[in-house]
């Protein structure tokens, strides 16, 4: 309870890949770290592994039953949202992302004022997704609203990260935020999506998109279910960036080397322009420093499972009914499969590296059928926020004594991160 990051860090470095069973009160999940292991949870039988239990609803009433779900409407849900994140699709709307975070960051940054990392990449990733999302018919209150309410709806459920045994009819700390959250954002979308139902065929954005795909499901059950995959593409899209980008900055200060040569390539790539998408392909070093930052702060940290049947993985039987826990932050750490796994070391992602890598040692957006959709939604936002924001300034890191992770959905640093962002040619 005093540290449960570090508590669950200090399992995963012990047991050294084994399956270890957890004891946390009457809970005694099965922490599965190997790689061999986590590709026969998520690949091999896959469908014995579900998104329920303990862990998982908590969370049905902010994210309901579609995207984020398991069974037959994850998989209609599937079906329906991929389109929306194929190469292609999102190579589409490049130009638009480029131009709304080139906004974002005029918007949110004050030279030589104090930046709190939290909550200005925040700024900058949430409108950015909404934006792409809603079109143009959501107002900047609206958006100023889902900042804070996607905000609560991650952080609030904690305590039941780390009591998990506890009925969801005994009330814990957060849970009455929680609800709020989860109000403030169905004001936003419900309307949002009334809109689109009426627009079917004359806009672009994802909501209409959602809308056309789900014309024959009529009613307020047909609301919910578009409501229900894009709260969760919209949560999934933004959490998975702010919390990778919020760690972004402290990597480049804790590795003055390293970030030397991304201000270099930025600096050759894009110069003193408006970063476009053209230039992304160059900012290799860039690419390959954004891949270690999630090899050891993935956002999505722990990633729980419910077994459906009885089997054995490895040589260790699994009971039907109990909780499986797998944690990409743990499998990253492995000496077996990552040379001194916690230094930061961008080259483990050179091209060249890649074929020596287990499949299943780095798994940041997941993998089998669950495979995360929007990963190079998050590649494309993040060179363009980040080498958007270096093209034009410096970071100066404003806060003292190490930040560390710290217990929530996502992997959140501990305390608040400052900094000074200096214009490149005083800095």
Not at 2 to 8: E, I, V
Not at 377 to 390: H, K, N, R, S, W
Request: charged share 25%; proline share 8%; glycine share 6%.
């Amino acid at each position: 309870m005093r540290d449960p990051l570090k508590a669950f860090e200090e399992v995963g470095r012990e047991a050294r890949g084994e399956i270890v069973r957890l004891t946390m009160g009457p809970f005694r999940p099965y922490l599965v770290t190997h790689p061999d292991h986590v590709r026969h949870v998520l690949k091999t039988s896959q469908p014995n592994y579900v998104r329920e239990g303990m862990f998982w609803d908590p969370l049905v009433p902010l994210l309901g039953g579609g995207i984020l779900s398991d069974g037959e409407t994850w998989q209609e849900s599937r079906r329906i949202v991929q389109p929306l994140f194929t190469t292609k699709y999102v190579n589409s709307l490049a130009e638009r992302m480029a131009d709304i975070i080139a906004e974002q960051i005029d918007v949110t940054v004050r030279p030589g004022e104090p930046f709190d990392i939290v909550k200005g990449v925040a700024q900058i990733v949430h409108p950015t997704i909404v934006r792409l999302f809603f079109g143009d018919k959501i107002s900047a209150e609206d958006i100023a609203r889902l900042i804070p309410a996607y905000d609560t709806a991650v952080t609030a459920t904690s305590m039941r990260l780390v009591l998990p045994f506890v009925p969801r009819s005994v009330p814990l700390p957060g849970d009455r935020a929680f609800r709020r959250s989860i109000e403030t954002i169905d004001d936003v979308v419900y309307p949002r999506v009334r809109e689109g139902r009426l627009r079917l065929d004359d806009d672009r954005d994802i909501v209409a998109a959602l809308c056309r795909a789900r014309r024959d499901d009529i009613g307020e059950a047909g609301d919910r279910r578009i409501r229900d995959d894009l709260v969760a593409m919209h949560g999934a899209s933004t959490e998975t960036s702010a919390t990778a980008l919020t760690w972004m900055w402290v990597a480049l200060d804790a590795n003055p080397d390293l970030a030397a040569r991304v201000y270099e390539e930025i600096d050759d790539v894009v110069g003193t322009d408006p970063i476009r998408p053209a230039h992304l392909p160059g900012l290799r070093y860039l690419g390959m420093f954004l891949s270690e930052l999630l090899r050891l702060y993935p956002p999505g940290w722990i990633l729980p499972r419910k077994a459906l049947r009885t089997e054995t993985i490895g040589a260790v039987t699994v009971e039907a009914g109990s909780t499986v826990m797998l944690s990409p932050y743990l499998t990253h750490r492995l000496e077996e499969f990552w040379d001194r796994p916690l230094v930061f070391d961008p080259e483990r992602f050179a091209p060249e590296n890649a074929q020596r890598r287990h499949r299943y040692a780095y798994f940041p957006f997941l993998g089998g059928p669950h495979q995360c959709l929007g990963q190079h939604l998050f590649m494309l936002e993040a060179l363009l926020l980040v080498g958007g924001i270096l093209s034009r300034f410096r970071p100066v890191l404003k806060t003292s004594g190490p930040v560390l992770p710290r217990l929530a959905s996502s992997l959140r640093p501990n305390r608040d991160v400052q900094m000074t962002l200096v214009e490149r040619g005083r800095a």
